[in-house]
């Protein structure tokens, strides 16, 4: 399980192609949550999340969740 919120961190960090290209990878100035944030919100806080999309404060948090959860699990640490 770690290994996969690490490898989301590390592909939409350098965009290895898997699921986020180069260009549009963290590091070339792209946003991790836009994708995300703007075409799979449905609902009734759809128009909010849809509004936090590309936000740097939302990039940071959503990248350093993923990073923190691979970690965490990765070296059993925290894990109850």
């Known amino acids: ?20 290209l180069a260009e549009k990878s963290w ?24 509004g936090l999309a590309g936000m740097a404060v939302v990039d940071w948090l959503f990248m350093l969740g993923l990073l923190f959860v691979g970690l965490t699990l990765l070296l059993n640490r925290f894990v109850v």
């Open 1 to 20: 399980m770690a290994f996969i919120f690490l490898w989301a961190f590390v592909d939409k960090t350098f965009g290895l192609g898997f699921t986020t």
């Open 27 to 50: 590091i070339n100035g792209g946003s991790p949550t836009t994708g995300f944030l703007t075409f799979a919100t449905k609902g009734p806080m759809a128009e909010f999340f849809k």
